[in-house]
């Protein structure tokens, strides 16, 4: 079975609790690097969770600042 996500526009996030893993996924970013995570997936269940994963996709180490955004996805099956 295949599935097609679609990405809604992500939105600007300021703070860690408007996101919801199990409802956004997320958009880090630092300078020229990007990471991306979608929702809903297996395993992960806190948004710190999430953003760690993201940072370390994109080469963003713990300790760097990034920007934050917020997407919501449908899925088609």
Do not use: H, N, W
């Not at 809604?8 to 991306?36: F, N």
């Not at 929702?39 to 760097?64: F, M, S, W």
């Amino acid at each position: 079975m295949y599935s097609v996500d679609v990405l809604k526009p992500a939105e600007p996030v300021t703070d860690m609790r408007a996101l919801d893993p199990k409802r956004y996924g997320v958009i880090v970013s630092c300078g020229s690097r990007r990471g991306l995570l979608l929702p809903d997936l297996e395993g992960i269940d806190t948004a710190e969770e999430q953003v760690a994963i993201a940072r370390r996709k994109a080469g963003i180490g713990p300790d760097e600042p990034v920007q934050l955004q917020r997407f919501e996805v449908v899925r088609y099956y």
